[in-house]
């Protein structure tokens, strides 16, 4: 089957589908964590004992009491049975971002029959997959291979269906034999326990006594491309990497903004409600879907949750919405930058902190006190990213986010913050040392009580800003579609610590030292927006002069994940993880390793796709258009008909471009890129992706050249616009 009739069954297919129909009987309530071992199917089927210490677990997030986990863990057996699961898995989320499992039957061998297995507590509290395939850094060679698993009792267990059978899934932290953290949870874990400590002081010393741990909250807003799945199957660039290696833009672009928020295609609509349906069954409040800026893409989002169980989620809603959109005709593409000139996919995470005692800590109060409480936050935080931009850069690098930050596309690699025309306002007269109120113009005495009250309006918005205060959050956009939610949210935790260490160590030593604990207050302030206020920027950050205005205030602008992950062996980064006890330098150090690893692999796999496609498709197709050509010239000269030389001199040179990129890109494909990762790192970026780039022009232009029947790709015009 040639190419281009592979193009027009694609179309075919596309334009007679019709979306199953399924009965959907149960009510949302009914529906809504049907499949989750949560803490309602808990108190149902635990001791009122064991339950209460289980939930005590749960929220405070120590680990689960050993003594109590063989009820647990029968308990657990016999929902899951109940639920048909003939299988358990423990679930963990390795450093290659994806979501692994190890599946293990319920049933042993006993004698000549099976039974039933007992699943004691030490099964729930402790596995050992091998491991040895996930990547690690170096933390295990392979005499020490073992890696083990362990429940994270504070996200709940979930029964994983399938047509053939169902599976009860664990969710769990990965570590090696020695204890170090071989995966994503761990560290956010941790870190989440660090913010807290820190976190509490501060607020012991605005007087609270009942104060609870306090967590982290995150939302993370998920954009993605859906394309009929005919489609896909004809692009080996989409299947390999993907993303589209070539295609030219196609005349129609997204500048008529006629798909953001318009209506949402049938198929995707029915895909979106079975998606919904399915994140409900695991206790996912999906909320919000809609058309995003690109045509062929969407976004959904789910209601904020602690960030622990908000990253094990997100990992399952990504896998959920690949799942689902198959039995829909349809390929959901979480890369970054699928399509060249379309806008990218990006995973903007939004975060706060608080506790049900102490609420949203990120929320500015109704008093002046509660301000003053918000504003040391605040600051907290404006303190943590001018520090440790480096870091927040390093945890959203990746070979397919490189297309986004620092690309011309939202949001630039400069990581700033946004707080808005009034947060900001009454930062500059804190950094004055005379506030005058918001809005007010009345003039007020400096100190805590006598800060002005206000409202921070969400509405005020800047979405070119990597890190925007939303009213009563924080929003980190720089993340990428594809990308665990764990990095960031570890990045954000252990710097917040950090800072808010300083904080209640500073006010502990100024109260000690006799200052009025309202006077010790503002002149922190003061101090931190003096000395940090440097990363504050409310204006465009897509603008050249922003660049520049950043470079001057010296704010780093770390455009590839090769630069970025350096940061990684900044001292001062591997203090602040080390000291909070999130990850230890060797930990910090095997990330490194990986994540480079990981660069150097992607570019690996799409130049050489890249070499594939040019020679075996593309290189043909544009010989044969050229052969055509040659052919007809020569049929009219034979009749003595005179011809336009000039479709054929186009086409002539077009292939020789094409031919010519080919050649360099196959030298550097058989090029050995260096001696150490990070030097085959800098070849990937500095030699590969440049030869790449070539060959994806010289394919594009031909593109426009050659007859749309003899073309082997699907175009950007059906990929994008047929759903
Ligand atoms: P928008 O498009 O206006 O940015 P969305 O409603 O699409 O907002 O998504 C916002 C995300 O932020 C949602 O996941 C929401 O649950 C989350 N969110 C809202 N309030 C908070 C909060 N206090 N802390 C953390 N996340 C929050
Ligand atoms: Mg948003």
Known sequence: ????????????????????????????????????????????????????????????????????????????????????????????????????????????????????????????????????????????????????????????????????????????????????????????????????????????????????????????????????????????????????????????????????????????????????????????????????????????????????????????????????????????????????????????????????????????????????????????????????GGLLRAVVASASNDHRLGANEAPPAIISIFLGDQLADLFDQIAKGTITGSKTGSSLEVGVDTLPAFKADPGDRNRTSPFAFTGNRFEFRAPGSSQSISGPMVAVNTIMADSLEYIADTLDADVAAGTDFNTAVQSLLQKIILEHGAVVFNGDGYSEEWQQEAATRGLLNLKTTVDSLEQFNEPAIIEVLDKHKVLSPRELHSRYEVYLEQYILSIAVESKETLEIARTKILPAALRYQGELAQSAANLVSVGVDFDKGPLEQATTAVAGLTAAIAVLDKAVNTHGGETPAEEAAFARDTLIPAMLEVREETDKLEWIVADDLWPLPTYQEMLYIL
């Open 1 to 388: 089957m040639s190419g281009s009739s592979s193009r027009r069954q694609a179309v075919e297919a596309v334009t007679s589908y019709t979306a199953p129909t399924t009965d959907f009987i149960e009510s949302l309530g009914e529906l809504f964590g049907r499949n989750i071992f949560g803490p309602t199917e808990m108190k149902n089927r635990l001791p009122k004992q064991i339950y209460k210490s289980v939930i005590a677990t749960i929220d405070e997030g120590a680990p689960l009491d050993p003594s109590i986990a063989d009820a647990v863990a029968s308990a657990m057996r016999d929902w899951a049975l109940e639920m048909g699961a003939s299988h358990y898995a423990h679930v963990f989320y390795p450093l290659t971002g994806l979501t692994a499992e190890k599946h293990d039957s319920f049933l042993e061998p006993e004698g000549d029959s099976a039974s039933l297995a007992q699943f004691s507590g030490k099964t729930l509290i402790q596995g050992e997959p091998d491991g040895s395939s996930f990547p690690n850094g170096g933390i295990r060679s392979t005499f020490e291979a073992r890696g083990y698993t362990g429940w994270d009792v504070t996200s709940p267990a979930y029964i994983l269906e399938n047509p053939n059978g169902n599976t009860l899934c664990i969710p769990t932290v990965f570590i090696s034999w020695t204890g170090e953290a071989l995966d994503k949870k761990t560290p956010l874990l941790r870190s989440q326990q660090a913010m807290s400590k820190q976190a509490s002081r501060v607020l012991k010393l605005f007087g609270h006594t009942d104060v609870d741990t306090v967590v982290s909250y995150a939302g993370a807003e998920q954009e993605y491309f859906l394309v009929d799945r005919h489609f896909y199957f004809s692009r080996p660039d989409l299947m390999a990497s993907g993303r589209t290696l070539f295609g030219a833009k196609p005349s129609k672009g997204q500048e008529f903004d006629d798909h953001y928020f318009g209506a949402i295609p049938e198929r995707v609509l029915a895909y979106m409600i079975e998606v919904d349906r399915e994140l409900f069954k695991q206790g996912i409040l999906a909320k919000t879907r809609h058309n995003e800026v690109a045509p062929g893409q969407f976004e959904i989002a789910p209601l904020f949750e602690k960030a622990n169980l908000a990253h094990d989620h997100q990992q399952l809603m990504m896998t959920t919405l690949k799942k689902v959109a198959q039995r829909y005709g349809m390929e959901c593409l979480l890369h970054e930058k699928p399509f060249k000139g379309v806008n990218g996919s990006g995973k903007h995470v939004n975060f706060s902190i608080g506790n049900n005692n102490q609420g949203n800590l990120l929320n500015p109060g109704d008093t002046p006190h509660d301000n003053a409480q918000f504003l040391v936050f605040c600051a907290a935080i404006i303190r943590s990213v001018h520090m440790y």
